[in-house]
């Protein structure tokens, strides 16, 4: 997470979104939290286990990566790494306290989410490259 971070600090980024890979936040959802960041003016929104901003489905960190490798068209092929010890091996959040307390509700279905999301960071990355002369 500190290297997240330092990138986009080093690289100048307005805003910055951390989720964790546990399930426990719907990825499709992160443009409403850059939405809210935006009209709030904050640089930074962190959400902690009270708040789930998931939908409430179960969704595995493979189904994640190849919705998203499906999406972008990559071929790329994922990269596995020994895990630490974990006692907690599937999780699904309540997103209770995120519709009681901050109103919020996942609207979006998840692919659709997803999709939003890799179109909304290459049009905005597009946007941040200068052009030449």
Avoid: C
């Avoid at 068209?73 to 995120?98: I, K, L």
């Amino acid at each position: 997470m500190q290297a997240g971070f330092k990138f986009a600090h080093e690289h100048g980024y307005s805003y910055m979104v951390q989720i964790d890979g546990d399930g426990q936040h719907d990825p499709g959802e992160i443009r409403k939290l850059f939405d809210a960041m935006a009209a709030d003016r904050v640089d930074m929104i962190t959400m902690d286990r009270n708040y789930n901003v998931g939908t409430g489905v179960k969704t595995t960190i493979n189904e994640l990566v190849d919705a998203l490798l499906e999406i972008t068209g990559s071929d790329r092929e994922p990269e596995y790494r020994p895990q630490d010890q974990m006692f907690v091996t599937h999780r699904v959040g309540s997103t209770e306290n995120a519709e009681r307390d901050l109103g919020f509700g996942a609207e979006i279905p998840y692919e659709e989410g997803l999709r939003s999301v890799v179109e909304w960071r290459h049009s905005d990355e597009r946007r941040a490259v200068p052009e030449q002369a």
